[in-house]
């Protein structure tokens, strides 16, 4: 039996994405004293000299820089409040809560759904601001030791791993007990890919693109608008308009009439009534008329 495909779900990345800084440096680093210089120096060796991942990486240089002076999960939790967003976060979640869909669209159970896909730590994004709006965190995470501070990585999610989470939220796994290698018919999938806009900011984004482009569904590559060296544009212009691997690129400004929030606004109305107009041709084709006389 086919189930009901009306939810919409807008799917961020965090880093440069939601946020014009790395989370560790506005949250973990003052916390703890640590020199960030020093830290992602540290980090780089360990990629470039040791074959490290790089999300591997910065876990075991926080796990060694901090020693004996490991926080809890909690702790880490509590220090995600600090986090800092681009211009019009949180507060264009409500607006999306309040205005995005009309009506018909209401009446036809049509909703919208935010989340998060990071490689950073998703503890930090679960105390944030952010986290009442979103229905899912995925990103890296700490198992605890016996004395409840963090220990050793429990789950990492490079740049190629989160395209394993889109698959997550298009099929409706958010637990991470299901194995989301089980097949599922299409039809049965509670978010297809077509009801799918993704966010990113560069690079690291482009598995995630891919994927968005090969199974019908949106993409925006992002950049701060603020950055005088233009890093992040250069980077959405090469992706846009050289490597064929984005449509839309736009400023990470979030604010009402801003080109982003209008791209936003735009694919969401368009896949909303997409899904209206399916309904209507489904009712049609299934109803046989009463013969007339």
Known sequence: MATPQNTIAIVYDYDQTLSPSYMQDETVFPAFGIDGQRFWARCSELVRDNGYDNELAYMKVLLDTLGMDRPTNEQLKSLGERLNFY?????????????????EHLSHGINVEHYIISSGLKVLIDGSRLAPYVRAVF??????????RIAFPKRVISHTQKTQYLFRINKG????SQ?????????IRPIPFPNMIYIGD?????????????NGGQAI??????DPLRVGFKKCYQLSTHADRVKHIAPSDFRPNTHLRMLLERMVEEIADRIVAERRTAIETGTVRAPKH
């Not at 194995?179 to 039809?187: A, K, L, R, S, W």
């Open 87 to 103: 211009k019009g976060l949180p507060e264009m979640f409500d607006q999306f809560a309040d205005g995005l869909l009309t009506e």
């Open 173 to 176: 796994f958010l637990d991470m």
């Open 202 to 214: 560069g690079p690291t984004d482009v598995p995630c693109f891919t994927v968005m482009k090969k």
């Open 221 to 226: 590559a992002v950049y701060n608008p603020d």
């Open 139 to 148: 990103g890296c995470e700490f198992d605890e030791d016996d004395q409840g």
């Open 179 to 187: 194995d989301v290698n089980d097949h599922m018919e299409p039809e």
